[in-house]
């Protein structure tokens, strides 16, 4: 079978070089002459990533060129920041990079340039037979691919003339060498958004020593004339009482380089395909740019069809099952693009906290299934200071991994210090004999503990930490959980006063938080909740940490006090759920450290069921390889941290 893929830009590269790979005879006619450069540069999620790796699998590989970007800051052009969020890594590459990086693993044989579409050849069955270029070069085929962007003539022969929604946003994208700006965030997409008009300048590093920037604008804002000078003029005017980096930026851009989007998109065609000519990318879905998902989802039309056409009987069959695949997707992303349009273009109806990161992460299928039990509730009264909780951590994620299905477990903070006046509690009075109760806990204990924070500084209070996780869980109650973790270890291991509010931003970011909300909420919202879980403690009769409240759907109760070991909490579960079955747990290191990033020796040694001799030599044999373990090691003790590059 031949496919004829009208297009040679990124989609319609990436369906070659897929189609190519599976078997198929593959042609690429692209109306540029050579490889066309059009367009600066755009942000790849790893799902993105993926598919552009699979098309070059020889040991030899070339590598794939951008700057990792794993971290947003929004901020208003008064530089106050809104936002401050760690992201799965993104990629963002340019454009003429990554196009040069798909020419080369395709024969230049199969690439014919200078070919902008006519029209097609059909047979009395209204079969496309030959793609018809303006050139009068003619290509036949079995299978017609229209890959060529948002101004499809491909789509036009199809289904007529396309109705754009109208252009109420413009955006201005450049690239600029910037060396010493992308050295001082060399993976962060920095964004700057006006709060009173529909306004934003953002930037992303490229490489090294380039970035590529964009401002977006209401068109109602000024008058744009299609020449360099005015996009220089609009640019310096729209944004001169932005931060010094905002200017700095223009200064070195080339504006003749720079170029202008007519940000619009259409609705969604009732098909992507007509007999055997078929739509991919831009061709069959527009989107705003707002959601930076247009690549992506081209290389995702790309990955689709290949496998279609090759399982399906026929190409008509594999066209409907592309459409039924990826419709719903690209439906959902228009809408998105369209509401993000209104509110950047309404700045008023979003107060800060609302605000989305304009990225599209990878969507995880929807469970659909329900257990046929009601889970056992557990109220887990904690403080981040506490050192039996976190002495209790290998049996609390043992219990998660093995039962984790039967448990949904409640975090409530339990306001073990609320200051040292007139504090007595567990035969501690004051921050020295406090050094000495988790002197003796790290001697009769394998779990690491550092006691010099009560000897050189001191927390005064435990709620300033309870009220940061009581703020991380306003956000994401799971994220919240690895908050909490972040901050015991800085406690624990690194001997750091968590009260500090660099510390409490740090680890919110750590934890993939955003650590600029997290701050603003201290000082509001995470308070009061705080104050409710002290009251219920109150009311429970809290009077040890940890304490665990374990309640089943008859509202029976059972109620662990302190340190237990894990049979305590098997046998607890296990009377309330009789038939709850024990998870069998993955012992290995790669299953462990995808659950938990961090563990201590005693962590994997409880998790791993093995002697904490064994797990230290194991652990350590796998940090001096070098490819596997990061160690970080401390005097209190060692713990052990995934390698992020072990993975890739």
């Known amino acids: ?123 009395s069955n209204n079969i496309a037979v030959a793609a018809v270029f303006e050139n009068g070069e003619i290509e036949y085929g079995d299978v017609f691919i229209g890959s060529d962007g948002a101004y499809s003539a491909v789509r036009n022969h199809l289904f007529g003339t396309t109705t754009f929604t109208p252009v109420e946003v413009k955006e201005f994208v450049g690239v600029a060498t910037c060396p010493e700006l992308v050295q001082q965030h060399p993976n962060l997409f920095k964004k700057f958004l006006s709060k009173e008009k529909g306004l934003s300048f953002g930037y992303i590093p490229t490489s090294d020593t380039e970035l590529v920037w964009f401002m977006q604008f209401d068109v109602s804002l000024v008058q744009h004339k299609e020449n360099t000078e005015c996009m220089k003029e609009i640019s310096n005017l729209l944004l001169k009482d932005f931060p010094a980096d905002v200017q700095s930026i223009l200064q070195q851009n080339d504006f003749n380089t720079t170029y202008t989007w007519n940000t619009r998109d259409f609705d969604l065609l009732p098909s992507f395909h007509k007999n055997n000519v078929v739509l991919i990318g831009d061709a069959a879905h527009l989107a705003l740019p707002f959601t930076s998902a247009g690549t992506t989802n081209a290389l995702k039309d790309a990955l689709a069809i290949t496998r279609l056409l090759a399982t399906k009987e026929t190409p008509e069959k594999a066209f409907e099952a592309f459409y039924a695949e990826r419709a719903p997707e690209v439906k959902e992303h228009t809408l998105l693009g369209r509401d993000l349009k209104y509110k950047f273009l309404h700045p008023e109806v979003d107060n800060d906290d609302d605000i989305k990161i304009p990225l599209i992460e990878k969507q995880l299928p929807i469970e659909k299934t329900r257990p046929v039990y009601k889970k056992v509730h557990v109220l887990y009264f904690t403080d981040p200071v506490c050192s039996t909780c976190w002495l209790i951590q290998p049996q609390l994620r043992r219990l998660k991994l093995e039962y984790g299905d039967y448990l949904e477990i409640e975090y409530c903070m339990g306001g073990l210090l609320p200051s040292w006046e007139n504090f007595n509690r567990g035969g501690i009075s004051n921050p020295a004999e406090a050094a000495e109760n988790w002197r003796q806990a790290a001697l009769q204990n394998e779990m690491p503990i550092n006691p010099d924070i009560w000897l050189y500084n001191p927390l005064p209070s435990s709620y300033p930490p309870s009220i940061a996780f009581k703020a991380a869980q306003m956000q994401d109650t799971d994220k919240s959980i690895i908050f909490l973790r972040r901050i015991n270890e800085m406690l624990f291991l690194e001997s750091k006063n ?151």
């Not at 963002?92 to 024969?107: E, G, H, N, T």
């Not at 009260?499 to 308070?527: C, F, P, S, T, W």
């Not at 038939?579 to 462990?592: G, N, P, S, V, Y």
């Open 498 to 648: 968590i009260i500090e509010n660099v510390l409490l931003h740090n680890a919110a970011y750590d934890a993939g938080l955003d650590a600029a909300r997290l701050m603003r909420d201290l000082e509001g919202k995470a308070q009061q909740l705080f104050e409710a879980d002290l009251e219920l403690a109150r009311e429970l009769q809290i009077s040890i940490l940890p304490t665990f409240i374990f309640t089943d759907k008859f509202n029976n109760s059972t109620v662990l006090k302190g340190f237990q070991q894990y049979d305590a909490f098997e046998n607890t579960l296990i009377s309330f759920i009789p038939f709850a079955k024990k998870k069998t747990i993955k012992r290995d290191m790669e299953a462990l450290f995808k659950v938990f990033p961090t563990l201590t020796t005693k962590e994997f040694s409880f998790l791993a069921d093995v002697d904490i001799v064994t797990a230290e030599e194991l652990l350590t044999s796998l940090f001096k390889d070098g490819t596997i373990l990061q160690q970080v090691n401390n005097r209190s003790g060692i713990i052990w941290k995934l390698n992020p590059n072990w993975f890739q």
């Open 1 to 123: 079978m031949k496919v004829v893929i009208i297009g040679g830009g990124i989609g319609g590269m990436t369906t070659a070089i897929l189609l190519k790979n599976a078997g198929f005879k593959v042609c690429i006619c692209e109306k540029e002459t050579g490889i066309p450069a059009r367009g600066n540069a755009f942000l790849m999620h790893a799902e993105g990533l993926d598919i552009i790796e699979s098309l070059n699998p020889t040991p030899n590989k070339l590598q794939l060129p951008g700057k990792m970007i794993d971290s947003f800051m929004l901020k208003r052009p008064n530089d106050t920041t809104v936002k401050y969020q760690k992201l799965n890594p993104w990629q963002c590459i340019k454009r003429s990079d990554l196009i040069a990086f798909l020419y080369s693993l395709m024969p230049k044989e199969n690439i014919l340039s200078n070919r902008a579409f006519s029209h097609f050849q059909y047979d």
